[in-house]
């Protein structure tokens, strides 16, 4: 299947005579931090994109204190009128580095790529051709540079926390249609979760089998940092709350509240009627206090979740509980059946 079956075919996105840029059917997205070669990386694709026939715009999302990447990323942009530089000061990092750049893209289809060299840049178009009826593919590479104990488990973590997962969950490669980026980029989530979260909000997400490009020898290696696993891992665990108990927080909070509660109401009535038939004491009985600071806590915690229940009640309106894919009715005659998209159902 060829890029142009997608995509209609046109003239590379330029700025006109009036200095109106027209509209593009591609944005390539890319968060680049201090990395001399960031330049050289994104310059192998150039000619795989200029090759597909697209408008397209290149949003390159550089870290400012990076002088020579910066001057590096600027020289390539002198010469190749798609790419756009924006230096930027302070440096959020990639994850959201790159949120900021999917708010200005334009075009219907999203590209992400990495700073570094993670996929064959002859392989592109393996993405575009499986786009067609999709709304996100992502690389499996040929060969997997992270080992198979950490893929396999963040795939465990992403299946337990969202039910979906993808076999390459390293690679960053991946090319989305703009809607669901909208929609998922919006939780300000790490950019290996936006997969899983895509599959689990309804958008249908598949893989393209590509082939692993080697990094050249001046390109930064991945390397093995605990303590960001563990970020990824508390990461996880706040989205999941977020995703699964946002319009019903009173199930969260409910279920953390009321077993606190029901431990000290029994710890309380056992000692109540062990005082009122055995005659016991109660001065030495530290379980009292514990007892009594249970019931507290318990109706502190679901009171949280009534006081959340009360907020989302109020903002009802104004938060998208679902999102409508395509509508399917007949035409005016009634004579034909067809599928109408989301911006021509009103």
Same mark, same amino acid.
């Given at each position: 299947?060829?890029?142009?079956?997608?995509?209609?075919?046109?003239?590379?996105?330029?700025?006109?005579?009036?200095?109106?840029?027209?509209?593009?059917?591609?944005?390539?997205?890319?968060?680049?931090?201090?990395?001399?070669?960031?330049?050289?990386?994104?310059?192998?694709?150039?000619?795989?994109?200029?090759?597909?026939?697209?408008?397209? %715009?290149?949003?390159?999302?550089?870290?400012?204190?990076? +002088?020579?990447?910066? &001057?590096?990323?600027?020289?390539?942009?002198?010469?190749?009128?798609?790419? %756009?530089?924006?230096?930027?000061?302070?440096?959020?990092? +990639?994850?959201? +580095?790159?949120?900021?750049?999917?708010?200005?893209?334009?075009?219907?289809?999203?590209?992400?790529?990495?700073?570094?060299?993670?996929? &064959?840049?002859?392989?592109?178009?393996?993405?575009?051709?499986?786009?067609?009826?999709?709304?996100?593919?992502?690389?499996?590479?040929?060969?997997?540079?992270?080992?198979?104990?950490?893929?396999?488990?963040?795939?465990?973590?992403?299946?337990?926390?969202? !039910?979906?997962?993808?076999?390459? =969950?390293?690679?960053? =490669?991946?090319?989305?249609?703009?809607?669901?980026?909208?929609? *998922?980029?919006?939780? !300000? =989530?790490?950019?290996?979760?936006?997969p899983a979260i895509a599959a689990s909000r309804g958008f249908r997400v598949i893989e393209a089998r590509v082939r692993h490009a080697e990094p050249e020898p001046q390109e930064?290696?991945?390397?093995?940092?605990?303590?960001?696993?563990?970020?990824?891992?508390?990461?996880?665990?706040?989205?999941? *709350?977020?995703?699964?108990?946002?319009?019903?927080?009173?199930?969260?909070?409910?279920?953390?509240?009321?077993?606190?509660?029901? *431990?000290?109401?029994?710890?309380?009535v056992a000692l109540v009627l062990g005082r009122l038939f055995m005659d016991l004491s109660l001065a030495d009985r530290p379980l009292l206090i514990f007892s009594v600071l &249970?019931?507290?806590? !318990?109706?502190?915690?679901?009171?949280?979740?009534?006081?959340? %229940?009360?907020?989302?009640?109020?903002?009802?309106?104004?938060?998208?509980?679902?999102?409508?894919?395509?509508?399917?009715?007949?035409?005016?005659?009634?004579?034909?059946?067809?599928?109408?998209?989301?911006? +021509?159902?009103?």
């Open positions: 299947m060829s890029v142009s079956s997608v995509l209609p075919v046109s003239s590379l996105s330029k700025v006109d005579s009036f200095g109106i840029t027209p509209e593009v059917d591609l944005s390539v997205v890319a968060a680049v931090p201090d990395n001399e070669v960031a330049a050289s990386v994104l310059a192998k694709y150039r000619s795989v994109l200029d090759g597909m026939g697209l408008r397209y %715009e290149v949003l390159c999302m550089a870290d400012a204190a990076g +002088e020579r990447t910066v &001057a590096a990323l600027k020289s390539l942009a002198r010469d190749w009128p798609n790419l %756009e530089v924006f230096a930027r000061r302070p440096w959020t990092g +990639e994850d959201g +580095e790159l949120g900021t750049a999917y708010k200005r893209a334009r075009g219907r289809l999203v590209l992400t790529l990495p700073g570094r060299t993670e996929i &064959a840049p002859e392989d592109l178009p393996k993405l575009f051709a499986a786009i067609e009826d999709n709304d996100m593919v992502v690389c499996d590479r040929d060969v997997q540079p992270i080992s198979a104990k950490r893929q396999s488990f963040l795939k465990k973590t992403f299946r337990l926390f969202f !039910g979906h997962s993808v076999s390459d =969950v390293f690679c960053r =490669v991946r090319l989305s249609r703009r809607d669901v980026l909208e929609e *998922v980029g919006g939780f !300000g =989530v790490r950019q290996h979760f936006i930064d290696r991945f390397v093995f940092r605990p303590v960001g696993h563990m970020r990824a891992l508390f990461d996880a665990m706040a989205l999941f *709350v977020v995703m699964k108990f946002l319009h019903r927080p009173l199930r969260f909070f409910g279920a953390i509240g009321a077993p606190v509660f029901l *431990v000290g109401l029994l710890g309380t &249970a019931i507290v806590l !318990g109706i502190q915690i679901i009171a949280l979740g009534l006081i959340g %229940e009360i907020i989302i009640f109020s903002n009802s309106r104004q938060l998208k509980q679902y999102r409508v894919s395509t509508i399917i009715r007949r035409d005016k005659y009634g004579s034909k059946v067809r599928e109408v998209p989301q911006d +021509e159902a009103d």
